[in-house]
């Protein structure tokens, strides 16, 4: 089966300019003419009126009466001419005709005094141009002189002959002239789009952006503007897999290393005690892998950048924030944590993605734990104005010059003495905020003791209500 070929941006636009420019030229051109030949014809009546007028010159009184006599080298003078034929006649309003060498139709409508008027007419067989004006009689006799003068049209037709034959030819030369033009312009134009395409060809990822919009054609720029934004998102995309891969190989090799070895401990071990403490290690390192996988991927999905990654909507944070707080409770209780909730039940209002939110609040609760030694407190409050979470424990703290290197994965803190972080739980925590708007805080806890963590969003319209207590 044949395959269509693939239209021609340069075809489609020498075709869409052809056509118009070719109807602009030949309305051009008919118009020009036109005009020209309206104006020949001008010329000619401005003629066949001074003849009139010249004719009507012509016409004396004598005693009371009016005439009009010519002698024959006036005449023949008067009718020269050496291609159209010259009818005329004079005639008077009392008297009636004076004289005439043809009977010429007089005007439909009636004439004005010194008013001329010109009309078409047939004489003798053949169409005529016709001019008649009607004056005043000289000496005062009381009457009107009423001159007609009528030519073929034999100089106007070849006027517009010659009109047309001029004028053909240099609209053809002006139309020839104007498609190479355009035919010039538009691939000269379109070799920018060549060169753009070569560009891309040739594009190296660490080359940003790859082309510039300065020199570019404003027409042309937007999509400049769109494809070095499509190769910025998918750097970025690609970025975040590298992290992602390179995250995972550093977090995962060692654990999957322990795992190997507990396993095997297991397998040798004989005496069924022995082999339950094996047993249980493998658990715990089952137990890690499992964190340790979900917050890696937790992270990568906090990474995204674009907000059709973000399930936005509304979210209640006081919601969200209980049920993080029922979520960590046995683990609270498991090391002997007083885990608690301060905040309103409901209504603190704002636009997220509700699961990443939760998870945010659950790195925060867990690292509380995680850094807080058995019989402590570890406290979540939520106010509303602005919407503000906070995480107060009252471990060991984390040291000034330390808190900006918290935030940065896969650091641990040196007051840290346990073993079941991974150094993701706050950079999640302060990614996720900043997805959101929001600023990650950290601070000493009341009276100078352990940390207190918070996050405060943008400020949003919120309805708190009656604050629940320590759970």
């Not at 050496?82 to 309003?93: E, G, H, V």
């Not at 009607?134 to 009457?143: H, I, K, L, N």
Request: charged share 25%; proline share 6%; aromatic share 4%.
């Amino acid at each position: 089966m044949h395959k269509p070929q693939p239209a021609s941006l340069r075809h489609q636009l020498l075709l869409h300019l052809s056509g118009p420019l070719l109807l602009v030229l030949v309305f051009g051109g008919a118009g020009g003419m036109l005009i020209a030949r309206h104006v020949g014809h001008l010329v000619h009546d401005q003629w066949l009126l001074d003849s009139a007028m010249s004719l009507g010159a012509q016409v004396k009184s004598r005693d009371g009466q009016l005439s009009l006599v010519l002698p024959p080298t006036a005449i023949q003078m008067f009718e020269w001419d050496r291609i159209d034929r010259i009818y005329w006649q004079a005639s008077s309003r009392r008297q009636g005709l004076l004289l005439q060498n043809a009977a010429v139709p007089p005007p439909v409508a009636p004439l004005a005094l010194n008013k001329p008027k010109f009309y078409d007419a047939i004489v003798a067989g053949e169409p005529v141009r016709v001019v008649a004006i009607e004056r005043s009689a000289p000496d005062g006799v009381g009457d009107t002189v009423r001159i007609v003068v009528a030519e073929t049209m034999h100089k106007r037709e070849g006027v517009a002959g010659k009109i047309l034959r001029q004028w053909a030819p240099l609209q053809i030369a002006v139309l020839a002239l104007a498609g190479l033009f355009t035919w010039r312009a538009v691939t000269r134009n379109l070799r920018k789009v060549d060169a753009i395409a070569e560009r891309l060809g040739t594009y190296e990822t660490s080359n940003m952006p790859v082309l510039d919009t300065q020199r570019m054609p404003t027409e042309i720029a937007p999509l400049i503007d769109a494809i070095n934004r499509l190769i910025v998102k998918l750097s970025e995309e690609r970025d975040t897999q590298k992290r992602f891969i390179s995250n995972a190989a550093h977090q995962l090799r060692t654990p999957l290393a322990s795992l190997q070895v507990q396993a095997e401990r297991a397998l040798r071990e004989r005496d069924a005690a022995e082999r339950d403490r094996a047993l249980e290690d493998v658990h715990r390192a089952v137990t890690r892998q499992r964190h340790v996988t979900h917050q890696l991927l937790t992270l990568m999905r906090s990474e995204q950048r674009e907000d059709n990654h973000l399930q936005l909507g509304q979210a209640d944070l006081a919601v969200i924030a209980r049920q993080a707080v029922e979520r960590w409770t046995d683990s609270a209780l498991r090391k002997r944590i007083d885990l608690g909730y301060e905040g309103p039940e409901n209504g603190v209002l704002i636009t997220g993605d509700a699961q990443l939110l939760e998870e945010m609040m659950g790195n925060l609760i867990d690292n509380a734990i995680n850094y807080t030694q058995p019989g402590g407190m570890v406290t979540l409050h939520l106010s509303a104005r602005p919407p503000r979470v906070t995480v107060v424990d009252d471990g060991p703290g984390i040291p000034e010059q330390e808190r900006e290197l918290v935030l940065e994965r896969f650091y641990r803190g040196s007051t840290s003495d346990t073993t079941q972080g991974c150094g993701l739980g706050l950079p999640i925590a302060s990614e996720i905020a900043a997805r959101h708007d929001a600023r990650l805080a950290i601070a000493t806890g009341p009276d100078g003791v352990g940390t207190m963590i918070g996050v405060t969003f943008p400020t949003a319209g919120v309805t708190p209500l009656p604050q629940r207590g320590r759970g």
